[in-house]
Nanobody, 121 residues
């Protein structure tokens, strides 16, 4: 079975940095894209960053210039470097991957359980 597990969340002061990691466990055939979303209390989940093809990236306007997404295909791990954190970045951060477990199976999304990021002002 395939599982995604996030790590690296925590409590940080405004202006600080955190690096989130998300690793895929289990055998897979290919990764179409991986990304990070977040959900703050009382708000809808929103896409934060997406990486496809190992290098094509998309960012939410609110994090452009502060967050960087990267991927290590060999390690099946995606990272989110978050700099200059603000109180409004406080949320539960989820990792997701659109992947295929083998050549004969269609790709689908897999989600992690999330890691909490709290930014104190």
């Amino acid at each position: 079975q395939v599982h995604l597990e996030e790590s690296g969340g925590g409590l940080v002061q405004a202006g600080g940095s955190l690096r989130l990691s998300c690793s895929i466990s289990g055998s897979i055939f290919s990764i179409k894209h991986m990304g990070w979303s977040r959900q703050a209390p009382g708000k809808q989940r929103e896409l934060v960053a997406l990486i496809s093809g190992g290098e094509n990236t998309i960012y939410a306007d609110s994090v452009k210039g502060r967050f960087t997404i990267s991927i290590d295909i060999a390690k099946k791990t995606v990272y989110l470097q978050m700099n200059d954190l603000k109180s409004e970045d406080t949320a539960l951060y989820y990792c997701a991957a659109d992947l295929r477990v083998n050549e004969g199976v269609a790709g689908r999304d897999y989600w992690g359980r999330g890691t909490q990021v709290t930014v104190s002002s």
